[in-house]
Each structure stands twice: as structure tokens, then as C-alpha cells.
């Protein structure tokens, strides 16, 4: 069974990505959270690493930032990272 860490590839890739696509939307951390209706320190949170977000949220995040479209690409690259380091475990 894999392990499941906040510091994983995986999550930072997607950790980068979030705030990639924050930042390239010229949207804050406080406006991001206004759209989302939580508190800013929810965004911070989950950029930070320290709370993780459940598939509604990763989809809802990605609609707030205008950026649904990146949807299936991110999800491609997080696939591609599983995938890499189950080959470096063989």
C-alpha cells in the first residue's frame, strides 16, 4: 500500500500547479478564497502543504482560478509521476 505524505512528488507538483495557476490568473490569496467562500487561510493552507483538498475541492479550486480546462493535463502529469517512481521501485 503506498504511502500517503503531504511531501510526496505528487502533491508538491500539484502544490506548484495550484499556485501556478493562482498567480497566473492574477488572482489573490485572499480573492481565492473569497470565490470559494472559506477563509484565506484555507488557500494558504493548501499551498503551504499543510491540508490536503478532496477531489471537489481540486475542482472547484481550478474554476475560481478560470482554469478548468488544465484539469485533464495536471491530472496526466500526476499519473506520469506515480508512474515514474513505481518504475524506480522495481
Given at each position: 500500500?503506498?504511502?500517503?505524505?503531504?511531501?510526496?512528488p505528487r502533491?508538491?507538483?500539484l502544490l506548484d500547479k495550484l499556485r501556478t495557476l493562482r498567480k497566473g490568473a492574477g488572482i489573490t490569496q485572499v480573492e481565492?478564497?473569497?470565490?470559494l467562500?472559506?477563509?484565506?487561510?484555507?488557500?494558504?493552507?493548501?499551498?503551504?502543504g499543510e491540508r490536503r483538498m478532496d477531489v471537489l475541492e481540486?475542482?472547484?479550486w481550478l474554476?475560481?482560478?478560470n482554469a478548468a480546462d488544465q484539469l485533464q493535463p495536471l491530472i496526466q502529469?500526476?499519473?506520469a509521476i506515480r508512474?515514474?517512481?513505481?518504475?524506480?521501485?522495481?
Open positions: 500500500m503506498p504511502v500517503k505524505s503531504l511531501r510526496s502533491h508538491l507538483l481565492l478564497a473569497e470565490r467562500g472559506r477563509p484565506q487561510s484555507y488557500v494558504a493552507k493548501i499551498e503551504g481540486f475542482i472547484d474554476e475560481a482560478v502529469d500526476l499519473l508512474a515514474s517512481a513505481n518504475e524506480d521501485k522495481r
